[in-house]
């Protein structure tokens, strides 16, 4: 735990319910343990020398500094995620037998091939029809987008889970929803594919000495955002807050798992997505509560967390 | 989402940027989005006034941070400094920022210098990122050169950008001319990748070709033409491995097909190249020479940029150039339009010891010499067994100071040992050593000439006038007829600085200790230049700890200076592929000739050998020395790793955004 909780506490009163939520996921975290926290600490503490000065911006250019060093790390090394100071949080027994799915924005891949988004889709259309040239195109796209993607660990959910979202005529849509990626499709379309691997594509990777492959998503894996909800130790996986507020109780399993290099048969579909969810101020904390609401039943965990209804 | 952020962007957007940088800016699914991203999505096409002063305020902030390296790398860390820089490389790229662009394109060499050093990984990766910037909305053909360059990286992260530079380069309506130039970019990219393993070649090849053919969806015959042609253009002008290669590439003719399709834009150069040398020995003083030399490069130049093949252009260029520099009259507006020349033959072949010695000459002729200094020492450092650089610069630095002629007689030294059957260093250094009163190993020197060519007319006038005060200067230096011709440019501010780091150098490797000034090295080094930190490091200066991570002379310096065992030089040659071959030398040098393996005479062949390598400025030295790396002695070997490790301390000027005009 964090020794910041008066402040965590403090934003977790504030009349922005996106605000109030972030405090939320650091105060209800139950997975990052406290050696991260003591590292996380530590470059608050860098940021901002005297810990009764420190402020939501000092917190948030920590955030910031330690996404880059313990997160976002380069393509050869390993997250804290899957480092021995996660092991309470390590996730070691994965089936192989397991589909698993990633829904990615591809912007940038895209202009870094210099390839338009059609272009793409036209290319993984024909390869599916057969056209050996077209694979390689496909493949070729893989390899510069793998060239572009550091170490950081990667969300995913199981295939037979979302299996009615993925053959949604809307899918993209219908996926980002239940997947709670609420930073898609905000302020612009975004190109998407969806990817989709064998968990044992993953587990044959080798992963560095006294490291693990898979690990339960928490609040320090980029889970200072409103769409993160952690979830109680007794959870056997993460689970996504879902964008739509009625669904909200659905509980989606995610898990982590380290980085693998995509190939062209892993991507499953390409699309768009053209619109925004609606989780925003009221909505947002209807969806919050109903989820909370529901992780607490399924865990028998009525202390876990606290409503923000009755504070925001 | 971005909508607050995006207001305090219009209140003062320095700030916005600075707090969107160091996360400040907020935390929440809006900051989700890597930072490239969010910009893209913050600033759409019709936010015009924004995007432009986004332009501006990006291209700041990355100055800033360059100035404030040392600080920020020490308050962020390395792996966050370079994330940053790449984030905001990546953010041009995304949003389409031209006017960061376009200053970035027209200073490249300074940015690349900067960034190169900093690769952390290929996905962390500044320089990279830069070229991938500028391969975006390109004003011309002209960086043909540059892409198929780094094609020849083993590096597949620079073979894939170079293939992106390649597929957007302007092509006046003939996509065929992109998909010729990306099959030469393959070749290239097989043959460093290879390392002499045909199999391996060919297997890179068609998976290359298969993309190109997805990309380019056209019938076989076009494919076969495509492929034919680059195919014959490598088999005409390469030896070795490259040359076989190109043989088993080469497709096969199809029915009712000759083998050889035409080359219809192919210069008919040879004819006109003996037309003008039969000319320039009939009259060499006419006038028209020099244009007509100017317009035949012009073709030749643009021959190349259309096909990837430069043949033509750098040999005709320095070959009759270097000989018209000498004879003829040129009027200024020729001689500016020769540098451009020379500098587009130098994005073509930055390896290619000759045009170089047109350029040092080309600033005789424009009455620069201090640019004509640092450009002989830009070429010594590049070509460690190069005879020509080394006894003009000896000449220069004689006439310069008549009393102090330690450097000049140590470059003639190193000239004499490296080309022990050249003539021309033998008699300049007999010519030194009489006037200093060495009469004794001039006279061997000459004697040795002799003894090769007894019809040595200058030998023996040397022998003549041993023991005259002065050294005798008509025999067979070079003479000019100086035209003052401005040159400011970026480039030559950059080898005035390479110039001056090379000088500080030497005076302080020559003189066996640190009497000399080293604060230029110093400064540099501390700021991360590559170059100085090598220099730093060799010559065993403190400031040598502020390594960069990816700077190759100055960690294998330190290999070098620690006896590193074998591993560990295996080891740096997985973490700069790009500079393999160099790494492989020192090894074997450090090895006595007997590592990895092999002997030197075996590693030569098969490291070293023509066709394998990529065009490096010491390949030849490498391969020499290679040869005879059993029967060096320790001094012989240091002076070899020390040669080796100065000319991959850094690459040739980048002379891409920034050649001269040919307009």
New interface residues.
């Given amino acids: 735990m964090t020794i910041h909780m008066p402040l965590l506490h403090s934003q977790s009163r504030s009349a922005d319910p ?2 109030a ?2 405090a939320d996921n650091c105060r209800f975290d139950e997975r990052a343990g406290d050696e991260r926290w003591r590292q996380y600490d530590a470059i608050v503490s860098d940021v901002q020398g005297d810990p009764n000065a420190v402020t ?10 330690h996404l ?2 313990h997160y ?5 090394s390993t997250p804290d995620a899957f480092l021995p100071i996660n092991i309470d949080a390590w996730l070691e027994d994965l089936s192989e037998n397991q589909t698993l799915v990633r829904l990615e ?1 591809i ?2 891949p895209l ?4 390839m338009s988004s059609d272009r793409l889709r036209d ?1 993984h259309d ?1 390869a599916n029809e057969g ?7 496909v ?2 796209f893989c ?2 987008w793998n ?4 170490g950081r660990p990667m969300f995913a959910a199981f295939y037979d889970e979302v299996k009615s979202e993925v053959e949604d005529d809307d899918w993209a849509i219908a996926l980002r929803d239940r997947l709670g990626l ?2 898609y499709g ?3 379309p975004s190109e998407v594919a969806l990817m989709s691997y064998p968990t044992s594509y993953v587990l044959s990777r080798r992963v560095a000495a006294g490291s693990t492959a898979c690990a339960l998503p928490t609040v320090l894996d ?1 889970g ?4 993160f909800f952690p979830a109680p130790r007794q959870h056997p996986y993460g689970a996504t807050l879902h964008l739509v507020p009625d669904l909200a109780d659905s509980l989606t399993a995610e898990v982590l798992h380290h980085r693998i290099d995509y190939r062209a048969e892993h991507i499953l579909r390409l699309g768009r997505i053209d619109c ?1 969810h609606r989780l925003a101020g009221q909505s947002l904390v209807d969806a919050r509560d109903l989820h909370l609401v529901s992780l607490q039943e399924a865990c028998d965990r009525e202390d876990f967390g606290e409503l923000l209804e009755e504070r925001v | ?2 909508a607050d952020w995006l207001a305090s962007f219009r209140h003062d957007p320095d700030q916005a940027i600075a ?1 969107l940088f ?13 930072l ?2 969010f910009l ?3 600033f ?1 096409a019709d936010l015009v006034a924004e995007r432009q002063q986004l332009d501006g305020v990006l291209l700041s902030w990355l100055l800033t941070m360059r100035g404030d390296q040392p600080e920020q790398v020490r308050r ?2 390395m ?2 400094y370079a ?1 940053r820089l790449v984030d905001a490389l ?1 953010a041009l ?2 949003v389409d920022l031209p006017n960061s662009r376009n200053r970035i394109r027209s200073d490249l060499d300074a940015w690349l210098r900067w960034l190169t050093p900093l690769r ?5 990766d500044p320089a990279l990122e830069c070229w ?1 910037l500028i ?2 909305d390109q004003p011309s053909e002209s960086n043909a050169a540059a892409w198929l360059r780094l094609a020849a990286d083993p590096r ?2 620079y073979f ?1 950008v170079a293939w ?1 530079g390649l ?2 380069l302007p092509n006046e309506r003939d996509a065929q001319r992109n998909q010729l130039l990306m099959a030469h970019a393959a070749l290239r990219h097989a043959v460093v990748i290879s390392h002499g393993d045909l199999g391996t070649a060919r297997r890179s090849w068609n ?1 290359r070709i ?2 190109l ?3 380019f ?1 056209r019938s076989p015959g076009h494919w076969h033409r495509v492929l034919d042609e680059v195919t014959e253009a490598i088999v005409t002008k390469e030896t070795g491995f490259t040359r076989n290669l190109a043989l088993e590439l080469r497709p096969a003719p199809t029915k009712g097909q000759s083998r050889r399709s035409p080359r219809p834009e192919q210069p008919n150069t040879r004819v006109q190249f003996d037309r003008l040398e039969e000319d320039m020995r009939d009259d060499p003083s006419s006038d028209r020479l020099p244009r007509r030399l100017l317009d035949l490069s012009r073709r030749n130049l643009h021959f190349a940029e259309k096909t990837g093949d430069s043949y033509y252009f750098v040999r005709t260029l320095h070959n009759l150039g270097s000989q018209l520099l000498r004879l003829a009259k040129w009027e200024e507006r020729e001689l500016i339009e020769l540098g451009a020349l020379v500098e587009n033959a130098l994005v073509w072949e930055p390896a290619n010891a000759y045009t170089w010695g047109l350029w040092a000459d080309w600033f005789a002729v424009c009455d620069n010499l201090p640019a004509r200094e640092w450009t002989l020492r830009e070429m010594a450092r590049l070509f460690p067994s190069n005879e020509y650089c080394r006894v003009e610069l000896a000449r220069l630095l004689m006439e310069r100071d008549a009393q102090d002629w330690d450097e000049p007689v140590h470059w003639l030294r190193q000239a004499v040992e490296w080309n022990p059957d050249r003539v021309h260093s033998h008699v300049e250094l007999a010519r030194v050593l009489g006037v200093l009163g060495d009469r004794t190993e001039a006279i061997g020197l000459l004697k040795g000439v002799l003894g090769r060519d007894p019809s040595n007319e200058i030998a023996k006038a040397v022998l003549e006038h041993l023991g005259l005060e002065a050294p005798d200067q008509t025999a067979d230096a070079a003479t000019w007829s100086p035209v003052p011709v401005p040159c400011h440019s970026s480039l030559v501010r950059e080898l005035e600085r390479r110039g001056r780091l090379a000088g500080e150098f030497i005076a302080a490797n020559v003189a066996g200790d640190l009497r000399g000034p080293t604060a230029l090295i110093h400064e540099e080094a501390i700021k991360g230049d590559s170059l100085a930190g090598f220099y730093a490091q060799w010559l065993g200066l403190e400031c040598a700890s502020q390594r960069p991570p990816h700077a190759w002379a100055w960690t294998a310096c330190q290999h070098w200076q620690e006896r590193s065992a074998d591993e560990e030089w295996e080891q740096l040659a997985a973490v700069y592929p790009e500079a393999a071959t160099e790494t492989r030398f020192l090894r074997l040098l450090a090895a006595n000739g007997g590592g990895g393996g092999l002997d030197g005479h075996s590693a030569s062949r098969r490291f070293f050998s023509n066709g394998t390598v990529p065009a490096l400025p010491a390949a030849s030295f490498m391969r020499d020395s290679a040869e005879q790396i059993e029967t060096m002695d320790s001094e012989q070997r240091e002076e070899a790793a020390l040669a080796v490790l100065a000319s991959g301390a850094v690459g040739s000027l980048e002379f891409v955004g920034s050649v001269g005009s040919l307009a």
Avoid: C, I
């Avoid at chain 1, 911006?57 to 500094?65: G, I, K, S, V």
């Avoid at chain 2, 160091?22 to 890597?34: H, N, T």
């Fill in positions: 996106a605000v939520a972030v939501w911006a000092d917190w948030a250019e920590a955030h910031e500094l880059n060093r976002n790390v380069l393509s050869y924005a912007t940038h202009v870094a091939a210099a290319a024909r056209d050996a040239d077209a694979r390689s195109v493949a070729a390899e510069t060239q572009l993607r550091d609420g930073h905000a302020d612009g980029n200072m955002h409103e769409f925004s | 989402m971005s707090d160091s996360g400040r800016a907020g935390l929440g699914s809006s900051f989700r989005l890597d490239p991203e893209h999505r913050a759409p962020l860390g792996s966050t994330k990546v790229q995304l952390l990984a290929p996905e962390r991938r391969s975006q597949p992260e894939n992106v597929k957007l998976r298969a993309v053919r997805g990309l969806p």
